[in-house]
């Protein structure tokens, strides 16, 4: 007996039996002959199962299974069963989470100067109330590394700011409060960040960069909502301003998308032979916006300028800005129909945004300086006051209606690059500069 199973068993289980001499003629008996050979899974042919090893044929077959990219047939998955793993998303590390947000304070209100907590929860909704250019430095808030490319105040919390750096943190200012006046320092980005704009619907900041995305983040919890990636960076993102859950994101492609925060995905894309996108502006109604886009790398000036239908995703007028310069920032005024253009020929334009779309030929602010920096400028609550930082570190204040310069306030050594009006006290503005310096004046 020991003899007969010594010369029909083999060395391993794994290994193949010989091959008989009978084994063709048993082949042409019971299987017809095919054109093609057949393919050669080893997880689909039929062996002996060994019962005193029973757990290797399934651990091959839960190998052979999880190759990625590989396609399984329905035979197969009948076959496999459950050992096919299902292909979810990992859950982020929650040691990852807590290193991307740092809390330093408190975003709180309580504990902000008694004089700004009194004119916050005592000042008029009835109307607009009339700004006043500010003459001193109230705050200075320091933590950024490189320079910072972008400034938003909150509409819904008043004593917050949010600025965005090169060094690729987003900073939240609790700028009054009397304790620690850095209170969460955001680093869910990989590399610069270029934007960063505050919600309407509570503690959330929008932000983009080099990363090639845009990332919504829970300031309160200081989690990471959503994030929507793009082919490459993104260099300026802005809410529709009648739906907060849509927002307009620019790339440095040309790339013009509406994104649905509900969805996560685009609703609308506009398509067009453009440069990088340097800014996006939407009307007072929200149903056009303005794009901006770098045409030095072409002769396509007419470019620069771009008006859009939201809805039906075609432009309105492409020649409304056919000087060869690039525009790094656009605002709309808060009241009336035109809007302005920062261009890096050193002065602010004046455009008409209803149509045709004329550019003010009569009229623009010019005092200050660009120089090829992302000079950005900002209107005043009641309009009357248009302010823009400017390469030579300087603030300039200027009359809208008459386009003179009211004020100049030396605030940095290097390039002031955003300023930006409180939108709730009327007598407020906050600026940043290439140093990485960020200030309030009241």
Not at 43 to 71: F, M
Not at 137 to 151: E, F, Y
Not at 431 to 437: A, E, K, M, R, T
Request: hydrophobic share 35%; glycine share 6%.
């Amino acid at each position: 007996m020991d003899l007969l199973c010594n010369a029909y068993s083999n060395t391993s289980d794994d290994e193949p039996e010989p091959a008989s001499k009978h084994e063709p003629e048993l082949r042409s008996i019971f299987s017809p002959p095919s054109k093609r050979p057949r393919p050669d899974y080893p997880y689909l042919q039929t062996k002996p199962h060994p019962l005193h090893r029973p757990n290797q044929q399934h651990s091959a077959v839960r190998t052979e299974a999880s190759v990625v990219g590989r396609y399984v047939s329905k035979r197969e998955r009948a076959l496999l069963g459950p050992c096919i793993p299902a292909a979810t998303d990992p859950k982020p590390d929650p040691s990852a989470v807590v290193a991307a947000a740092q809390v330093l304070g408190s975003i709180s209100d309580a504990y902000l100067r008694q004089d700004i907590l009194s004119l916050l929860r005592h000042l008029p909704k009835s109307h607009v109330r009339r700004s006043k250019i500010p003459g001193r430095l109230s705050t200075a808030l320091c933590h950024h590394t490189k320079a910072v490319n972008s400034i938003n105040w909150s509409p819904t919390h008043a004593h917050l700011l949010a600025s965005a750096g090169m060094d690729q943190s987003i900073c939240i200012w609790n700028v009054w409060s009397r304790d620690q006046k850095l209170a969460r320092v955001l680093n869910f980005h990989s590399a610069a960040v270029n934007d960063v704009k505050w919600s309407q619907q509570g503690l959330f900041v929008l932000s983009c960069g080099y990363d090639c995305s845009s990332r919504l983040v829970d300031v309160e919890k200081g989690i990471e909502t959503q994030s929507f990636r793009e082919e490459l960076a993104v260099r300026v993102v802005k809410f529709h301003p009648e739906n907060s859950n849509l927002f307009l994101s620019g790339g440095s492609k040309g790339s013009l998308r509406l994104w649905d925060i509900r969805t996560g995905k685009v609703a609308h894309e506009y398509i067009q032979s453009l440069g990088p996108i340097l800014d996006v502006e939407f009307t007072i109604n929200g149903k056009q916006f303005v794009s901006s886009s770098d045409v030095s790398g072409s002769n396509m000036s007419e470019n620069s300028i771009v008006v859009w239908d939201v809805s039906r995703e075609v432009p309105l007028s492409k020649q409304v800005y056919v000087e060869a310069y690039t525009c790094p920032c656009v605002r709309h005024h808060p009241f009336d129909p035109y809007f302005v253009a920062q261009s890096n020929g050193n002065y602010i334009a004046i455009f008409s945004s209803t149509p045709p779309f004329r550019l003010d030929k009569f009229k623009r602010y010019e005092s200050h300086g660009v120089s090829g920096f992302p000079i950005k400028c900002s209107f005043s609550l009641d309009g009357e006051k248009l302010v823009s930082g400017s390469s030579d570190g300087s603030i300039y204040f200027y009359n809208c209606r008459s386009s003179e310069l009211e004020r100049k306030i030396k605030a940095y050594e290097q390039a002031c690059i955003d300023v930006a009006f409180h939108p709730i006290l009327p007598n407020i503005i906050g600026s940043c500069s290439w140093n990485g310096d960020v200030s309030v004046y009241e």
